[in-house]
T-cell receptor, first 115, second 120 residues
Framework: QKEVEQNSGPLSVPEGAIASLNCTYSDRGSQSFFWYRQYSGKSPELIMFIYSNGDKEDGRFTAQLNKASQYVSLLIRDSQPSDSATYLCAVRQFISSGSARQLTFGSGTQLTVLP | DVKVTQSSRYLVKRTGEKVFLECVQDMDHENMFWYRQDPGLGLRLIYFSYDVKMKEKGDIPEGYSVSREKKERFSLILESASTNQTSMYLC???????????????????FGNGTRLTVT
């Protein structure tokens, strides 16, 4: 079983709509959760991270974390064509574990915002 | 701003050649990583290093080795390049969540621009 799962998409939304990207993870001890955006041919860039249950907002982006249900989501409000990219979810495991040095990545969700 | 610099953006090598991919970071990060990324397979960890001269295998270390002689530099070596190593290679660095204290708890990975390697 993959440790971090994302719907690969493609997900298409009209310009101005809310895009909702979801991610589930298998390790209950996971501590920190990251969302990266990757444009075609480019390297991933960090959008935001979250580590507490609930919502965290940064501009048009909102990350939502539910540790009991083991999912994390990213909402993009007022979606723009420039948001068209692949969105990667990444998870860090329990802090005292040696593997906490690593992030485990999902395979990404491809988002297309239609003008 | 963290800067992670990969020495080459595009590289074309022949089968059997020894290939060096270099990565330098300027933020005194303890951890450095090498990933490869292929369509449909996502990011796969090849090797990482959490200190100078320390290395650990990732998920797909076969056919690769690494070197970390200085804290800021992490090299990926393909001893004898093969066509199935054609890929995008991404270097990343981060603070250590184990030693960096509270502020590093949520330390993300910072990626370089990537090296697109083609082995013919």
């Amino acid at each position: 079983q993959k440790e971090v799962e994302q719907n690969s998409g493609p997900l298409s939304v009209p310009e101005g709509a809310i895009a909702s990207l979801n991610c589930t993870y298998s390790d209950r001890g996971s501590q920190s959760f990251f969302w990266y955006r990757q444009y075609s041919g480019k390297s991933p860039e960090l959008i935001m991270f979250i580590y507490s249950n609930g919502d965290k907002e940064d501009g048009r982006f909102t990350a939502q974390l539910n540790k009991a249900s083991q999912y994390v989501s990213l909402l993009i409000r007022d979606s723009q064509p420039s948001d068209s990219a692949t969105y990667l979810c990444a998870v860090r495991q329990f802090i005292s574990s040696g593997s906490a040095r690593q992030l485990t990545f999902g395979s990404g969700t491809q988002l297309t915002v239609l003008p | 701003d963290v800067k992670v610099t990969q020495s080459s953006r595009y590289l074309v090598k022949r089968t059997g050649e020894k290939v060096f991919l270099e990565c330098v970071q300027d933020m005194d990060h303890e951890n450095m990583f090498w990933y490869r990324q292929d369509p449909g397979l996502g990011l796969r960890l090849i090797y990482f290093s959490y200190d100078v001269k320390m290395k650990e295998k990732g998920d797909i270390p076969e056919g690769y080795s690494v070197s970390r002689e200085k804290k800021e530099r992490f090299s990926l070596i393909l001893e004898s390049a093969s066509t199935n190593q054609t890929s995008m290679y991404l270097c990343a660095s981060s603070l250590s969540p184990l030693t960096g204290g509270g502020r590093s708890y949520n330390s993300p990975l910072h990626f370089g621009n990537g090296t697109r390697l083609t082995v013919t």
